[in-house]
Structures are given as C-alpha cells and as structure tokens.
C-alpha cells in the first residue's frame, strides 16, 4: 500500500517556475515508477512524465519536453516535477501515481494522490 500526497500548486505568471512534490508513505515507494498526469476540465488525464524505480530512466510529453524535469529521492520517498517556462496551457491539476508495468499506461498505475491545481496566468 503507498499513500502520495502532492504539494507545490499554486498561481504564477507564464514564464515562471514551479516546483511539485509528492511524498509517498510505504517502505515499498522504491519499488514503484512514478508518474506525473495532469487534467483540466472536460479533458482526459494527461501523463505528463515518468520515472523509473531507480531514478534512471525518465519519459516526457512531448508538450512538456525540455521545460519539466521529474527526479526522485527514494531516501525521502519524494518525487519531483520541476517545472520551467510555464505556459497557460500548463494550467491543470496534477496527480502523482506509482505504477508498475506497461507505466505509459494510465492502468498501470495502481496509487494516486489527492493531485494539486497548477494556474498559469498569461
């Protein structure tokens, strides 16, 4: 069983950064991918970025390539979504998950956090 809770959210102007946070409890946490998704309304759940158990290996969005950066710090059961150059469209909320399997696929994620509101204002 892993419990995420997100943190991070808030409003900034476009251009600007943010950093999310999502901290796992559970001693497997290292065990598990981890994802970012995000959704706004009316849409379907995005996935946003992936990172693998060991920290190794990660995957982008295409819209999100080069401007998001997911880590992990498995000795503090986090994981990261820094995010630069924010543009409106980023505008969401988003959902950390820890996955196992087929992870560019949203079933494959069995834990979810409660997700926190990303606002980019133009």
């Known amino acids: 069983q892993v419990q995420l809770v997100e943190s991070g959210g808030g409003l900034v102007q476009a251009g600007g950064s943010l950093r999310l946070s999502c901290a796992a409890s559970g001693r497997t946490f290292s065990s598990y991918v981890m994802g970012w998704f995000r959704q706004t309304p009316g849409k379907e759940r995005e996935l946003v970025a992936v990172?693998?158990?060991?920290?190794?290996?990660?995957w982008y969005a295409e819209s999100v390539k080069g401007r998001f950066t997911i880590s992990r710090d498995n000795a503090k059961n986090t994981v990261y979504l820094q995010m630069n150059s924010l543009k409106a469209e980023d505008t969401a909320v988003y959902y950390c998950a820890a996955g196992r399997g087929m992870v560019l696929v949203q079933s494959s994620y069995d834990y979810w956090g409660q997700g926190t509101q990303v606002t980019v204002s133009s």
């Open positions: 990172i693998s158990w060991s920290g190794d290996s990660t």
